[in-house]
């Protein structure tokens, strides 16, 4: 059963850190702590969240991030104990609403299980078209290298010096061919 909620087009405080809570513990590991970070203070970041009325805890959420005419949903997620009960639903359906309102062309990060979900009657979409970049092994080695640090080999975003963000920005432009400095800035 689902408790008395709100659906709400912003986030507070307390809804970032349950987001960020369960992204963690659903060890969603293709998403890192920079991102958890930048999130909630990008001012691309977009979101629904369902509010329990009780206590303002969050049942369930989808948030993207607005880039022109693109809306890039990165996350949807319900509490496990009320997956499959409909409110992941009505939380779909309001951020289509919202993107929707603006034109936009949606882009989704989903893994290949959720395929057939994704490209049920309410997801106005193709979705058969799943692209991804893989790094090689020593793609990775060569990359994390340039950064050594004693007892770690990964560097948060927003703890880089200038000339590593540069760096990593140059390094992301060759993979992707695109400009996301804004998003990382």
Same mark, same amino acid.
């Given at each position: 059963?689902?408790?008395? $909620? ?111 979900? $994704? ?37 948060? $975003? ?28």
């Amino acid at each position: 059963e689902i408790p008395a $909620y709100t659906l709400i087009d912003h986030g507070t405080g307390r809804l970032w850190e349950d987001f960020t809570r369960m992204v963690r513990d659903m060890e969603w590991t293709s998403t890192d702590n920079t991102v958890l970070w930048a999130m909630p203070q990008l001012a691309s970041t977009t979101c629904v969240f369902a509010q329990k009325d009780e206590d303002g805890s969050m049942l369930g959420c989808c948030v993207w991030n607005e880039h022109e005419e693109l809306a890039w949903i990165g996350f949807y997620m319900t509490i496990p104990s009320l997956q499959g009960a409909g409110l992941g639903s009505k939380i779909w359906a309001r951020a289509l609403e919202r993107i929707g309102e603006k034109k936009q062309v949606i882009g989704l990060r989903a893994v290949s299980s959720m395929r057939e979900k $994704y490209a049920s009657r309410s997801t106005p979409f193709e979705v058969s078209r799943i692209k991804k970049h893989l790094l090689t092994v020593d793609q990775m080695k060569e990359f994390c290298g340039r950064y050594e640090h004693p007892g770690r080999c990964l560097e948060l $975003y927003h703890e880089m010096h200038d000339d590593q963000r540069e760096d990593l920005l140059r390094f992301d432009r060759e993979v992707t061919g695109r400009d996301r400095s804004e998003w990382l800035g």
